[in-house]
């Protein structure tokens, strides 16, 4: 059974920082790309970024520059790092395995003073 968990979400002030997780089980984590995508409140899913199994990365213009994804395979555990955060990033983030149709349940970050 594919299982995706994310963690790390939280409140911080604009311009912090946080590390999001998503801990995956169920499959060869190895083998396939992971993305995260979020969704604001009252708006639709916006992809933000993803790593391919080989560690080629692509983001969203939105976080751009203040945005890195990585992935530790030994941990089967994907991470977005946030910096420079803004009250627009505010968000349920979600991380989704697409060939196995997978999505963890989210996490939150709220960007607020």
């Known amino acids: 059974q594919v299982q995706l968990a994310e963690s790390g979400g939280g409140l911080v002030q604009p311009g912090g920082s946080l590390r999001l997780s998503c801990a995956v089980s169920?499959?060869?984590?190895?083998?396939?790309?992971m993305s995260w995508v979020r969704q604001a409140p009252g708006k639709g899913l916006e992809w933000v970024s993803d790593i391919s199994s080989g560690g080629g990365t692509r983001y969203a213009d939105s976080v751009k520059g203040r945005c890195t994804i990585s992935r530790d395979n030994a941990k089967k555990t994907t991470y977005l790092q946030l910096n420079s955060l803004k009250p627009e990033d505010t968000a349920l983030y979600y991380c989704?395995?697409?060939?196995?149709?997978?999505w963890g349940q989210g996490t939150q970050v709220t960007v607020s003073s």
């Open positions: 169920g499959f060869t984590y190895t083998s396939y790309y």
């Open positions: 989704v395995q697409s060939s196995f149709h997978a």
